[in-house]
C-alpha cells in the first residue's frame, strides 16, 4: 500500500547548524504538505508544495517538491532552539487521502 | 482567529467501555478528520469526512470507531469498546477546500486502563 517514508528518523545539531530533512513516497503525489509538531503540542501546518521540482522559502526553511512529485525535503539554514520540534511530511494522494511520514525529531543544542 | 477545538483534553477509561470524543471544526470548513499519535510515535491517519459520510477510513477505523457529525458544528469519534492500544493522543482536523491546509485541534489524550 501506499507509504510515505521520512528519514532521519532523528537529528541533534549544535545552534547554528543546517538541518535537512527527507520525504519519499511509494506512489506519486498530488501534493504535500509539511508540518512542525512541538513537544507536548499539535502539528501546524507549514507549507504546501504542488507543482513538479517547485521550491519554497519561509525566511531559513526551504522546501523542495522532486521532479517526479515522489519525493520532497525541507531544509533549515543556521538553526536556533526554537526550532526543535518533530517534523512532518503528508503527501496528498490521487485519491484525496493523506498519509503522514513517521517525522523528524530535530532537536537543537544551545 | 478561528481554531478547532477538541473536548475534553483528557480522558481516562476502563477496558471495554465507550468514549466519545468531541471536535468542534472550524465553522465554515468542509473536510473533517480523526488522526491519532501514539506516545512518540508518527500521526496515523484514521478518518476522513466530508458531505455527511465517511470518505476514507483506515484499517486500524474498524467496527469499533464510528464517526458522527451530529449538527452544524459538532464531530465526534466514537470508540465502542476501548482496548488498552487504544491510549494515544486523538487529533481532530479540519480544512476549507479540497487542496487547502488542515488546522488541527489540540487533541485529545486518551488513557485505557
Known amino acids: 500500500g501506499q507509504q510515505v517514508m521520512q528519514i532521519p528518523q532523528y537529528q541533534h545539531v549544535q545552534e547554528g547548524e543546517d538541518f535537512t530533512t527527507y520525504c519519499n513516497s511509494s506512489?506519486?503525489?498530488?501534493?504535500i504538505q509539511w508540518y512542525k509538531q512541538r513537544p507536548g503540542g499539535h502539528p501546524v501546518f507549514l507549507i504546501q508544495?504542488?507543482?513538479?521540482?517547485e521550491v519554497k522559502k519561509q525566511k531559513r526553511l526551504t522546501f523542495q517538491f522532486g521532479e517526479a512529485k515522489k519525493n520532497s525535503s525541507l531544509h533549515i539554514t543556521a538553526t536556533q532552539t526554537t526550532d526543535v520540534g518533530t517534523y512532518f511530511c503528508?503527501?496528498?494522494?490521487?485519491?484525496?487521502?493523506?498519509?503522514f511520514g513517521s517525522g523528524t525529531k530535530l532537536n537543537v543544542k544551545p | 482567529e478561528p481554531e478547532v477545538t477538541q473536548t475534553p483534553s483528557h480522558q481516562v477509561t476502563q477496558m471495554g467501555q465507550e468514549v466519545i470524543l468531541r471536535c468542534v471544526p472550524i465553522?465554515?470548513?468542509?473536510?473533517f478528520y480523526w488522526y491519532r499519535q501514539i506516545l512518540g510515535q508518527k500521526v496515523e491517519f484514521l478518518v476522513s469526512?466530508?458531505?455527511?459520510?465517511?470518505?476514507?477510513k483506515s484499517e486500524i477505523f474498524d467496527d469499533q470507531f464510528s464517526v458522527e457529525r451530529p449538527d452544524g458544528s459538532n464531530f465526534t469519534l466514537k470508540i465502542r469498546s476501548t482496548k488498552l492500544e487504544d491510549s494515544a493522543m486523538y487529533f481532530c482536523?479540519?480544512?476549507?477546500?479540497?487542496?487547502?491546509?488542515?488546522?488541527f485541534g489540540p487533541g485529545t489524550r486518551l488513557t485505557v486502563l
Open positions: 482536523a479540519s480544512k476549507g477546500g479540497e487542496r487547502d491546509e488542515q488546522f
Open positions: 506512489t506519486t503525489l498530488s501534493n
Open positions: 508544495l504542488v507543482k513538479s521540482g
Open positions: 503528508a503527501g496528498l494522494n490521487n485519491f484525496n487521502k493523506f498519509y
Open positions: 465553522s465554515n470548513h468542509l473536510y
Open positions: 469526512f466530508y458531505n455527511n459520510e465517511i470518505s476514507e
